[in-house]
């Protein structure tokens, strides 16, 4: 008996110098001993493996089904105004009169959104071209062999009894450091040395919890980065993006105060720091965030503010539609670009399926986080261009950097009816089919005469 308490005591010994040792004082600097890029390296060749065995065991076993395809409909490309315009002349309609065919072409684009519709499929984890042997993501794929079935097994082993109790210690590790480093920090006196320190405890504390993640993060044009006195926008898809931005720069964040564990980081951490948090009340009362914001901002020695403009979590498959506001306070837009690798786990937060603790749980025993992030070049607002088609142009630009899908929806229609806005869009761009192809009548009338 002694001897089995010998070796626990030899094992946790072990264990807790790995992981401070090894893994939270290396973090802490900044520095990595590159076991995680040889562990993300061999999850590749085991993945690639995987894939080739699936590919041949489907050859081998027809009955065993294939994957899902990730779309369901064709839809044609081109505006309403185009689609209509070429039905109107296909169909050799004169004028500018309203055909009862024309609710031909509603009727074929609702039953395409009841199908499959834009919005909803953005709220649902991205689809994968091959299993990565997480039992999550094995709706679409089979029993191929006994082999392919070992390693899955080998992988719960060391995904759920080596990974996630190191991953847990870490976060514990990480969180403490935060709360009771900026509580310290807080305590000292307005001045340089104090916002310095700030900016240590925050930059250790979020490197501590990315290796909590297993996370390997790819920053791009670094030279782009935000600057004090800016503001930090980006798409956003789950809320570990802080983790992973704040690890190449301190920012000043913007949110809601909670109650409860979330609470009491949120107090400690401003008091080192100057992040904006607001009272649910105050949350509604548009002027006075702004207003708030715009103070910040004015003050060109403090940390950019980072905002996600959607307002919710996204797949990471696309980006919609960014919220005004952000884009009427003023100052230098830094639009960042996050695009993370889904065959090592699915990042997105579904926040109507999974509560904090259970998306947390999941993430920490999947196989890594791999992420990419790209600074793109400082935007401002240009002449006679409103907040709006600002937000547009940020938006735009953050798609095409990502390889993200551009969508003008708002992605608070996941929990709310559609705005009547919407509804009045459709008919005004009908209207002006009828209004066009009328001009065009009665300008061949003319012609004839």
Not at 310 to 336: L, Q
Request: hydrophobic content about 45%.
């Amino acid at each position: 008996m002694e001897d089995l308490w010998t070796v626990a005591v030899a094992v946790f010994q072990l264990w807790m110098f790995v992981v401070v040792f090894l893994i939270t004082l290396p973090a802490m600097f900044g520095l990595s001993l590159g076991v995680t890029s040889v562990y993300i390296q061999i999850l590749v060749k085991l993945l690639e493996w995987a894939t080739i065995r699936i590919q041949r065991g489907r050859q081998e076993q027809p009955s065993v089904p294939a994957p899902l395809p990730n779309g369901i409909i064709e839809r044609a490309e081109g505006s309403m105004e185009e689609e209509m315009e070429q039905l109107r002349r296909s169909r050799s309609l004169e004028g500018g009169e309203f055909a009862l065919s024309d609710a031909l072409y509603f009727c074929k684009k609702g039953l395409e959104s009841i199908v499959d519709d834009q919005v909803t499929q953005r709220f649902s984890s991205e689809d994968l071209a091959s299993w990565n042997l997480l039992t999550r993501t094995n709706q679409n794929f089979r029993y191929i062999s006994l082999r392919l079935t070992i390693f899955w097994g080998i992988g719960v082993f060391v995904r759920y009894c080596v990974l996630f109790p190191l991953r847990i210690a870490l976060a514990i590790i990480g969180l403490s450091w935060l709360v009771i480093g900026t509580t310290l920090v807080g305590i000292l006196p307005e001045n340089s040395v104090k916002y310095w320190l700030s900016e240590v405890v925050h930059l250790t504390c979020y490197r501590i919890c990315a290796r909590a993640l297993s996370a390997t993060i790819r920053y791009h044009n670094k030279e782009n980065r935000p600057q004090k006195g800016g503001i930090c926008v980006a798409n956003h898809t789950t809320p570990i993006d802080v983790v992973i931005l704040a690890n190449d720069g301190c920012y000043a964040m913007v949110g809601q105060i909670h109650g409860g564990l979330m609470g009491v980081i949120q107090r400690s951490m401003v008091r080192s720091c100057p992040h904006v948090w607001f009272e649910r009340s105050e949350m509604k009362d548009r002027h006075a965030v702004t207003t708030r914001l715009r103070a910040h901002v004015a003050a060109k020695t403090k940390l950019p503010i980072l905002i996600f403009p959607e307002g919710t979590c996204i797949n990471n498959t696309s980006v919609m539609m960014f919220k005004k506001g952000s884009f009427e306070i003023g100052g230098t837009i830094h639009p960042v670009a996050i695009k993370y690798d889904p065959r090592f786990g699915d990042a997105f937060w579904n926040s109507s399926k999974y509560n904090m603790v259970s998306y947390l749980l999941r993430t920490m025993t999947s196989w890594a986080v791999v992420v990419n992030v790209w600074y793109l070049p400082p935007m401002t607002i240009q002449d006679g261009e409103d907040a709006v088609q600002f937000a547009n142009r940020v938006k735009s630009a953050i798609a095409c950097r990502g390889g993200l899908l551009d969508l003008a929806w708002d992605g608070s229609l996941k929990r709310g009816k559609v705005k009547d806005a919407y509804k009045e869009e459709q008919q005004k761009m009908y209207s002006r089919v009828i209004v066009r192809q009328n001009g065009i009548s009665a300008t061949n009338t003319r012609r004839d005469n």
